[in-house]
């Protein structure tokens, strides 16, 4: 390996590190030392001392590689970027989309395929879904994290371990259950999404609830309960209770819970969660 090719590895590295970090957005192809800028507004109560070189003199300025050598590594799209200019636009532009869709199959396919959600270009995959897509029942989380960015399925890492020792207690797996997210692409840094981005992808989840046609949906946590119930309750108030969810002619029900990554950091809460399940076993059985 020669020390270019050396140098480009580190270089993409350190992208990679930034954007796992949630610096999704490249502002300028050189760094700039904001402190030393010739124009920077100078206070008066401290004057620039003339007798010391300025710091960006001194220092050799980084040269980066042309921008074509790794435009294909740094993910720098913003909404300006997308098929559809704006948030607004880009949810229309889903949803359009997501109606001429008549499986699964072609939803995925076409998530693949849509610019319009910025969080795309800094995900690694899509975290489409995992479970069985015929079951009656499915599980809605918010977005992935490293580990299903990574694998490309939902759930996969601590809380997805969580969820499915959750799932297992009430007589559940991934077979009897069909596990999606409301976002399908990783934030980066683990971030929330942004309502913005909750906007553009909930077309795409409307539609695939309406495509998996379940007979009960378990929202995890604040953000899918919010997206999908349309409650502005936060997630202590709403978690136990039904909210009624109607898609394609008929009303079904959404069973808010607490999310397995907030009961991985608050574990005496796995009591209300506990209990939810217990609720969701009773709906299964009829008894709820
Ligand atoms: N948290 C989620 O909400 N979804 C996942 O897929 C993983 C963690």
């Given amino acids: 390996m020669s020390a270019s090719d050396d140098r480009q590895r580190d270089l993409i590295a350190t992208l990679d590190f930034h954007v796992a970090a949630g610096v999704d957005v490249m502002l300028d192809e050189h760094p700039h030392d904001r402190f030393n800028e010739a124009d920077a507004p100078v206070r008066a109560e401290a004057p620039r001392l003339e007798t010391q070189p300025a710091i960006a003199e001194t220092r050799p300025r980084l040269e980066l590689p042309p921008r074509g050598e790794v435009a294909t590594q740094v993910p720098t799209r913003t909404y300006g970027q997308s098929a ?17 869709v008549t499986s699964l199959e072609e939803l995925e396919a076409l998530l693949a395929g849509f ?15 995992d479970g069985d897509p015929t ?26 371990k969580l969820l499915d020792r ?17 976002v399908p692409w990783r934030p980066p840094g683990n971030r929330n999404p942004t309502p913005q981005e909750v906007s553009i992808c909930k077309p795409f989840i409307e539609r695939q ?29 709403a978690r136990g209770r039904f909210y009624p969810y109607h898609v ?9 819970t607490l999310h397995p990554a907030y009961l991985l950091r608050q574990p005496l809460q796995k009591r209300l969660a506990w209990r939810d399940f217990r609720t969701l076993r009773a709906a299964l059985d009829g008894k709820a």
């Fill in 209 to 237: 609830i309406e495509l998996a046609d379940p007979d009960l949906i378990v929202c995890l946590g604040s953000p899918a309960t919010q997206a999908i119930t349309g409650t502005k309750d936060g997630i202590l108030k």
């Fill in 248 to 256: 394609a002619g008929r009303e079904i029900r959404a069973l808010a």
């Fill in 135 to 160: 079951a009656k029942l499915m599980f809605i989380g918010e977005a992935p994290g490293a580990d299903e960015d990574r694998i490309g399925k939902p759930f996969m890492g601590r809380s997805g």
């Fill in 84 to 100: 559809a200019a704006k948030p607004g636009e880009a949810a229309g532009d889903a949803r359009a989309r997501a109606k001429d």
């Fill in 166 to 182: 959750m799932m297992a207690a009430v007589g559940l797996d991934r077979t009897s259950a069909y596990v999606t997210n409301i």
């Fill in 115 to 129: 610019d319009g959600c910025p969080l795309k270009f800094t995900a690694k995959n899509l975290v489409f879904a």
